[in-house]
């Protein structure tokens, strides 16, 4: 049983249509922040969400075909690969060892940057890669009902345990 006050706010709720400030640098404690919560409804936050890694997303595919047009002009003997074309060396690399070795990159050494916020953060892609899979597995778990542990932090569910820092310093 809920109340009828709480089942109407709740449909109003979800349907609120306020502004996101994507640009700010507070969240939402009082009402001037990027995601005030006394207007902006669920369904537009979603849809922010998806909108948000859609422009990521191309992003990193822009990055990655210049990347490729570095690696053209690079002889085959050659070590090192100048970035000419792309966004630069990497500032930022996943926090987690093992990821910063996925597949065959080799930790230790300058990679490749796929986003750049601004020339101090430009992330490597097992930077983005630990940053999204933590984000990812909170929703995993959200969906699930499930309450595992995110990148070896403590076990809870969605929400209520910290996500652990994802991403280094060069």
Do not use: C, W
Request: aromatic share 4%; hydrophobic share 35%; no cysteine.
């Amino acid at each position: 049983m809920a109340t009828i006050v709480n089942v109407t706010a709740t449909i109003e709720n979800l349907n609120m249509k306020g502004t996101i400030d994507g640009t700010s640098t507070t969240f939402s404690s009082a009402t001037s922040g990027a995601i005030p919560y006394d207007n902006i409804g669920l369904y537009q936050l979603i849809n922010q969400m998806i909108t948000d890694l859609s422009s990521i997303k191309a992003t990193i595919k822009i990055n990655e075909r210049n990347l490729i047009k570095d690696l053209a002009l690079e002889p085959d003997d050659d070590s090192s690969v100048t970035l000419t074309n792309s966004i630069g060396p990497a500032t930022h690399e996943s926090s987690i060892s093992t990821h910063k070795s996925r597949n065959r990159l080799v930790d230790g050494t300058l990679k490749p940057a796929i986003f750049e916020n601004s020339s101090s953060f430009r992330y490597s892609e097992d930077g983005l890669f630990t940053l999204m899979a933590g984000l990812s597995y909170e929703i995993m778990k959200l969906k699930n009902n499930h309450n595992g542990a995110n990148n070896g932090a403590s076990a809870g569910r969605p929400g209520l345990v910290a996500i652990p820092i994802s991403t280094a310093t060069v």
